[in-house]
C-alpha cells in the first residue's frame, strides 16, 4: 500500500512539475512575440499578459502543499523558479521557504526586501522563525525582533542559543500545561474553551508551581476517565523527556523505539522548556540521511542543482579526484592482471624447459 501511494505521489508531482513548466514555457513564448511586434502599446500588452500568467500561476500553487510548491520549485532552473516564487501568494511563503533545501531557500530570500521578509516571518511560528534565521539577512532579523512580543523573543532567543544537533534546537512551545490538583472536569472545560489543540498533541504537560514537569495526562485518560477525578490521581509520572542539551540523535532513537509523538523538554533542574515533536524528529532524521546521500553523490548540502556548472564542479571536486584516482588504480590492476595472464604460459614453458 505505502508503495502504490509512493507512486502516485511521484507521479502527481511529475504531472504539476509539467503543467507549471508548461504555463512558464507558454509565458516566455508569448513574451518574446511580443517584444518582436509592433512598438504600439509594447509595454501595456506585454504587463497584460504577464498578470494573465501570474494569475494562472497562483490558482495552480493556491490548490497545492506548500511541501509540493517546493519541490516544484527545486526542480525549475533559476529564471523559471524567481517566475514562480514571485505568483505564489503571500500566505504561502514562509511554509515554502520552509520546505525548501537550503541552497535553494537562499536563491529566494536574495531576491526579496527585507519589508517583505519580515512580514512573511511575522506569519511563522517562533520555531518556524528559528530554522530560516541562519539564512536571514542580518536587517531582516532585526525587523522580525522588534515584531516579536517579549514572549516570543525570548522563545526565539532560546531555541538560537543551541547547536543544530541539539535537542533545544528542536523544540516548540506549542504544549498545554496543567495543575495536579484540577479535575479532569475543568480540564476538558478549559480544552473546550480554547478552541484548538495545537497539532501533534497527544498529551498535556503536568507542571508543579515553579513550572517543573511532575508528569503527563495522554488525551485519552483525560476522556476515558471520571470528570471528577483529580489529575494527580490520573496522570502518569513515568515517562520519557528529554534535556535541551541531549543529542539529536538519541531523541529519535527514543522517539522511535516508544512511538511517541510528543514529549517534555526540560533543563537541567527539571523544569519545562518545550516540547519535541515527531514532525520535527522526522524533519531532523531527513536532513541527515540527504546530507549523507549528497556526501556520496559529492554534492554540498547547500549547493543548488540549477547553480554554475563551476560551483558545481568545484564542491565535487575532491570527490571527482578520490573517484578517479579509484578508477585510475582499478585500470593499473586490470592491466596487470592481463599482463599476468598474457605471461604466464611463457613462464610456464620457461619453467618447464629448466626442469629438463
Known amino acids: 500500500m505505502q508503495s502504490s501511494e509512493k507512486i502516485h505521489s511521484t507521479q502527481f508531482l511529475e504531472h504539476q512539475l509539467q503543467e507549471v513548466i508548461t504555463l512558464l514555457e507558454k509565458q516566455q513564448l508569448e513574451k518574446s512575440l511580443v517584444q518582436r511586434g509592433p512598438a504600439t502599446n509594447h509595454e501595456l500588452v506585454?504587463?497584460?499578459?504577464?498578470?494573465?500568467?501570474?494569475?494562472?500561476?497562483?490558482?495552480?500553487?493556491?490548490?497545492?502543499?506548500?511541501?509540493?510548491?517546493?519541490?516544484?520549485?527545486?526542480?525549475?532552473?533559476?529564471?523559471?523558479?524567481?517566475?514562480?516564487?514571485?505568483?505564489?501568494?503571500?500566505?504561502?511563503?514562509?511554509?515554502?521557504?520552509?520546505?525548501?533545501s537550503d541552497a535553494v531557500r537562499q536563491t529566494l530570500i536574495s531576491g526579496m526586501e527585507a519589508e517583505e521578509l519580515?512580514?512573511?516571518?511575522?506569519?511563522?511560528?517562533?520555531?518556524?522563525?528559528?530554522?530560516?534565521?541562519a539564512d536571514l539577512p542580518k536587517r531582516t532579523?532585526?525587523?522580525?525582533?522588534?515584531?516579536l512580543n517579549s514572549k516570543e523573543r525570548k522563545h526565539l532567543n532560546a531555541i538560537l542559543s543551541y547547536q543544530e544537533n541539539q535537542v533545544g534546537a528542536l523544540m516548540d512551545f506549542g504544549m498545554i500545561t496543567i495543575r495536579a490538583d484540577l479535575?479532569?472536569?475543568?480540564i476538558i472545560a478549559y480544552i473546550r474553551?480554547?478552541?484548538?489543540?495545537?497539532?501533534?498533541?497527544?498529551?498535556?504537560f503536568v507542571v508543579g508551581q515553579h513550572n517543573e514537569v511532575q508528569g503527563i495526562l495522554p488525551l485519552q485518560r483525560l476522556l476515558t476517565h471520571l470528570p471528577s477525578q483529580q489529575v494527580a490521581d490520573v496522570m502518569v509520572t513515568d515517562f520519557v523527556r528529554f534535556q535541551v542539551d541531549q543529542e539529536a540523535a538519541e531523541a529519535a532513537r527514543a522517539f522511535e523505539r516508544y512511538d511517541l509523538i510528543s514529549a517534555p523538554v526540560v533543563d537541567n533542574e527539571g523544569k519545562l522548556q518545550g516540547r519535541l515533536c515527531v514532525d520535527n524528529i522526522l524533519d531532523f532524521i531527513r536532513e541527515k540521511t540527504d546530507e549523507d546521500l549528497l556526501t556520496q553523490a559529492g554534492v554540498e548540502e547547500e549547493e543548488d542543482l540549477f547553480s554554475s556548472v563551476w560551483k558545481s564542479a568545484r564542491n565535487r571536486w575532491g570527490w571527482l579526484i578520490v573517484n578517479i584516482g579509484t578508477a585510475f588504480a582499478s585500470t593499473r590492476i586490470s592491466i596487470g592482471a592481463n599482463h599476468a595472464k598474457q605471461y604466464t604460459p611463457l613462464d610456464k614453458k620457461r619453467t618447464d624447459s629448466c626442469r629438463y
Do not use: C, Y
Open 46 to 100: 506585454e504587463a497584460m499578459l504577464q498578470n494573465q500568467h501570474q494569475a494562472r500561476l497562483q490558482e495552480k500553487f493556491a490548490l497545492l502543499h506548500p511541501a509540493d510548491i517546493a519541490s516544484i520549485l527545486e526542480s525549475l532552473p533559476l529564471d523559471h523558479r524567481k517566475t514562480a516564487w514571485d505568483a505564489i501568494k503571500t500566505q504561502h511563503d514562509g511554509q515554502v521557504l520552509l520546505e525548501v
Open 118 to 133: 519580515a512580514t512573511v516571518a511575522g506569519k511563522l511560528n517562533t520555531d518556524e522563525i528559528a530554522d530560516l534565521a
Open 193 to 204: 474553551k480554547l478552541g484548538k489543540l495545537p497539532s501533534h498533541t497527544d498529551k498535556l
Open 141 to 147: 532579523m532585526l525587523k522580525i525582533l522588534r515584531s
Open 183 to 186: 479535575n479532569l472536569k475543568a
